[in-house]
């Protein structure tokens, strides 16, 4: 079994040079995607919440997580969204607080969000109030979160590989090919 850390740079190098971005940014990376990780092993359920210009985003990760190809458990990933359709709706500590009430009905196990966009909106405060949530942030550095630009103009490209590589480190997690120890 070999080691997360070294796991991951083996399949950024593996994608070759337009890859090569994640190899420093690595050291970021592992010690969130293993909490995610540990988090969907303990039967967590992954909420999946983007800003408007990500939500792109959402609809492919979720169209290709649990295709029946990849010879795996279907896995617990689903679009917020589409559990509370008014989400664009929430504006108050107190709405947050209610759609948490009803998450935790709905998901007794537990649950992650995994935010993707800009930090200026209610979805990453909601993201937020959580300290495990799986964070991709625009434009800012925040404390356990994977920083990127949105002015980058490689930016789309940059989170199709970057999911890829969650795929692929879920299915090294689901097949024993990896242990948590990240160094």
């Known amino acids: ?3 997360f850390l070294k796991w991951t740079l083996d399949n950024i ?4 040079a337009s890859m090569s971005w994640m190899e420093e940014k690595r050291f970021e990376w592992v010690p969130l995607n293993i909490s995610m990780l540990k988090n969907l092993l303990e039967g967590h359920a992954i909420l999946v919440v ?10 492919y990760m979720l169209k290709d997580i649990n295709k029946l190809s990849k010879n795996r458990p279907l896995l617990p990933f689903v679009s917020l969204k589409s559990i509370y359709p008014l989400l ?10 209610l759609l948490e009430d009803l998450l935790s009905q709905i998901f007794p196990q537990g649950y992650t969000y995994f935010f993707i ?3 200026n909106n209610i979805k990453m405060q909601i993201a937020k109030r959580k300290d495990d949530s799986f964070i991709w942030v625009m434009d800012e550095q925040l404390q356990n979160s994977f920083f990127l630009s949105s002015g980058d103009e490689n930016l789309d490209i940059k989170l199709i590989q970057l999911y890829k590589l969650l795929d692929k480190s879920i299915n090294a997690l ?10």
């Open 1 to 3: 079994m070999q080691k």
């Open 13 to 16: 190098r593996k994608d070759g």
């Open 50 to 59: 983007t800003d408007d210009d990500r939500e792109w985003f959402c609809d």
């Open 88 to 97: 664009n709706s929430i504006k108050t500590k107190e709405d947050i607080e």
């Open 117 to 119: 966009g800009k930090n």
């Open 174 to 183: 689901l097949f024993a090919e990896v242990d948590f120890d990240a160094e």
